[in-house]
């Protein structure tokens, strides 16, 4: 079947803009994350989605940042007014549970100049 | 507080040779989970292994092996007679227990080269 899938896969934006990220998890998968990658460096989390539950969002960097999730479905993680030190790959996995594995998607390479 | 702490950067070996990549863990759940994950030059992230709190069995899988011990808090990888192919990024994670089950807790990943 079918893994999870990000798009785009590339963005350029420009300082100021906003951004919208988009992931499609793996069908009837409930839990789904997302990460930022800094060039070299480890996975931060960002947010996490199970079911119709409150999303744990505690590891948003900025209210800048935001992210929804349409019942166990799409999922979009939105930058406002994006800044320079935002550049860095966007993953999203999922899992059928927390404490199961992840499955990764490809990520988004944002880059803001 | 939640980490993981790989110290290992960057290793480079040649073909044949046997490595292992270090993992040590901080966490205040007794129940919790570690993974490991390997990220190819092509960048997608794929799973390894599972291993929960209260199994401390060693686990092999081809020439893959890990070694987890509660008592020094680490959950270490080995490869056997390495490969080009094993060229990767590999991630330890932690998840959280019964305070913080939703999180993940990624190292920050150990680089290895595998030269022919």
């Known amino acids: 079947g079918a893994g999870v899938s990000q798009s785009p896969s590339n963005k350029v934006t420009e300082k100021g803009k906003d951004v919208e990220l988009r992931c499609d998890p793996i069908s009837g998968h409930t839990a789904l994350y997302w990460y930022r990658q800094r060039l070299g460096q480890g996975l931060e989390f960002l947010i996490y989605?199970?079911?119709?539950?409150?999303?744990?969002k505690s590891g948003l960097p900025s209210d800048r940042f935001s992210a929804e999730r349409t019942g166990e479905s799409v999922s979009t993680l939105t930058i406002q007014r994006t800044q320079q030190e935002d550049s860095a790959v966007y993953l999203c996995?999922?899992?059928?549970?927390?404490?199961?594995?992840?499955?990764f998607g490809p990520g988004t390479r944002l880059t803001v100049l | 507080a939640q980490k993981v702490t790989q110290a290992q950067t960057e290793i480079s070996v040649v073909e044949k040779e046997d490595v292992t990549l270090d993992c040590v863990y901080e966490?205040?759940?007794?129940?919790?989970?570690l993974f490991w994950y390997k990220q190819p030059p092509s960048g997608e992230l794929v799973f390894l292994i599972r291993?929960?709190?209260?199994?401390?069995q060693n686990e092999i899988s081809g020439r893959y092996s890990w070694n987890f011990q509660k008592s020094t808090s680490s959950f270490n990888f080995t490869i056997t007679a390495s490969q080009v192919v094993d060229s990767a990024v590999y991630f330890c994670a932690l998840s959280g227990g019964e305070y913080n089950f939703n999180k993940f807790y990624f190292g920050s990943g150990t680089k290895l080269n595998v030269k022919p």
């Open positions: 996995a999922s899992s059928t549970s927390s404490w199961n594995e992840q499955f």
């Open positions: 291993r929960n709190s209260f199994d401390e």
């Open positions: 966490t205040r759940d007794t129940t919790y989970y």
């Open positions: 989605f199970q079911g119709n539950s409150a999303p744990d």
